[in-house]
């Protein structure tokens, strides 16, 4: 049997994994990818970079249907979903020949195989590759594996009927109605693509509100504007069954102990995501699993030594971008460079690509208050930016949480056209520790929306000008 070493494997190549290998390679360590499915993972095959293909689709077809109001005159749209997806699906396909290049650039071996952990062999583990003559040592081994769909008791996709995200993204036609089941990021994203093709949406959200995990009163004007948009919710809703007919799903539902069928040509489900915990080899080893996902520290560390864990396999937020940061820290950490920073989770942006878009960085207002002491609020609407209104996007608000007595953004929150570009802003404030006396002294420039983030710093501390 051939045997191969290396410094550092990495099990699984997408954002988390790939990331790492080349950092690890750039730091002088010889490193190695096992991946068995595409390079870039889920993420860049089948979840951030074709769905925003898609979105931006959906989002060029809403704004067909309002040229009129800017002065411009076409002439029928029509729908061409095979060649919407096929775009969608070459996209991901150019990026994940883009890692591959990369990898190889770098000089990072890549494992074509499902890989799985094996015995120490001194300072040494193994790493097994299934289907494959041959196995590899390396002194640490990274778990990439990430997460999959997670699913409900006695309620799983098939496919057909009942669709996961990755049959949500490559539909044959449009379905005349959609149910999709949670109102998370990923549900939302669905809902909104596929309403604004056409498709009647109802959407059913257990907690009490759609997007959980965003500021409170940014829920609320998103659910605002998606119900101005025709898209029917029902939150505090439990989902009791899915009945399959023969070209439609029904959908029971206990709304405060009454029960509510809604039958759609085809449901999605969203309800989170489980961690690739199965058949990693972690059984024997030290690894702990908790709620389907690996336990590590602040350096990515497992209890096993000389075996880390980064991206959707280990805890929230399940996020691209925080997967590539943790892999970074985690070889870093492993190659002793320099003064290596744990990551901070509360300075991840958090981004929705609906539309309207959402994000966020660090505290909601309900969480800062909850922290106690003073704070301060600031809110500023996109109705008074001048560049918001010459795009024709009126709608939206940037808000922002600050320590009242220190002057520390704990948070800022945005609804509107661009949120997910602009948020980068504040997470650079975050990250500096900028203080309100900083980001009042910084010049926005005129005319962008940007400018509306100076705005709500200002409103604040009871300084706005334009409203």
């Given at each position: 049997m051939a045997e191969q070493s290396f410094d550092v494997i990495m099990i699984g190549g997408g954002p988390g994994g790939y990331v790492a290998a080349i950092r690890a390679a750039q730091l002088g360590l010889r490193a190695a990818v096992v991946e068995r499915e595409h390079l870039g993972g889920i993420c860049l095959n089948w979840g951030c970079i074709p769905t925003k293909a898609l979105l931006r689709a959906s989002e060029l077809r809403h704004l067909m249907g309002e040229l009129a109001d800017f002065g411009l005159v076409a002439g029928e749209v029509r729908l061409d979903m095979a060649r919407m997806v096929r775009r969608s699906r070459e996209v991901a396909d150019k990026l994940s020949k883009?890692?591959?290049?990369?990898?190889?650039?770098?000089?990072?071996?890549?494992?074509?195989?499902?890989?799985?952990?094996?015995?120490?062999?001194?300072?040494?583990r193994e790493v097994k590759l299934d289907g494959k003559n041959e196995r590899l040592l390396a002194r640490h081994v990274i778990l990439a594996t990430g997460a999959r769909a997670r699913t409900l008791p006695g309620i799983t996709a098939d496919g057909k009927l009942v669709w996961t995200y990755k049959e949500a993204m490559i539909p044959e036609s449009l379905p005349r109605s959609i149910v999709v089941i949670g109102a998370g990021a990923i549900g939302m994203e669905f809902a909104s693509f596929y309403r604004d093709l056409g498709s009647d949406v109802t959407v059913?959200?257990?907690?009490d509100r759609i997007l959980p995990v965003e500021d409170a009163e940014i829920s609320r004007l998103a659910r605002a504007a998606f119900e101005k948009q025709g898209i029917v919710?029902?939150?505090s809703a439990k989902l009791t069954a899915l009945d399959r007919g023969k070209d439609s799903v029904t959908a029971r539902v206990d709304s405060g102990g009454k029960e509510i069928a809604i039958t759609a040509a085809r449901a999605i489900l969203s309800v989170g995501i489980a961690?690739?915990?199965?058949?990693?080899?972690?059984?024997?080893?030290?690894?702990?699993?908790?709620?389907s996902h690996v336990a590590v520290n602040r350096w990515c560390e497992?209890?096993?030594?000389?075996?880390?864990?980064?991206?959707?396999?280990?805890?929230?937020?399940?996020?691209?971008?925080?997967?590539?940061?943790?892999?970074?820290?985690?070889?870093?950490?492993i190659a002793g460079h320099g003064e290596v920073r744990p990551l901070d989770v509360t300075n991840i942006p958090s981004c929705t690509y609906c539309r309207p878009q959402i994000a966020s960085v660090g505290l909601s207002e309900e969480a800062a208050k909850g922290k106690g002491g003073e704070i301060r609020v600031g809110r500023f609407p996109y109705r008074a930016n001048g560049k918001a209104i010459a795009l024709g996007e009126p709608d939206g608000l940037?808000?922002?949480?600050?320590?009242?007595?220190?002057?520390?953004?704990?948070g800022a929150h945005?609804?509107?056209?661009?949120?997910?570009?602009?948020?980068?802003?504040?997470?650079?404030?975050?990250?500096?520790?900028?203080?309100?006396?900083?980001?009042i002294a910084t010049v926005f420039p005129h005319p962008t929306l940007s400018e509306a983030m100076g705005e709500a710093v200002l409103d604040a501390w009871g300084r706005a000008l334009h409203v």
């Open positions: 883009g890692v591959a290049y990369l990898l190889k650039k770098n000089k990072v071996t890549v494992f074509d195989a499902h890989g799985r952990l094996g015995a120490k062999q001194g300072a040494a059913i959200e257990a907690m919710f029902h939150a961690g690739n915990v199965e058949n990693i080899g972690i059984e024997g080893t030290r690894v702990r699993v908790e709620k497992t209890d096993e030594p000389g075996v880390y864990a980064i991206g959707d396999l280990v805890g929230p937020p399940w996020l691209a971008h925080k997967a590539s940061h943790e892999g970074i820290v985690c070889v870093e950490r940037v808000k922002t949480v600050f320590d009242g007595a220190t002057g520390e953004l704990l945005i609804i509107g056209a661009e949120a997910t570009e602009l948020i980068q802003g504040f997470a650079i404030a975050r990250t500096l520790e900028a203080t309100e006396a900083d980001l």
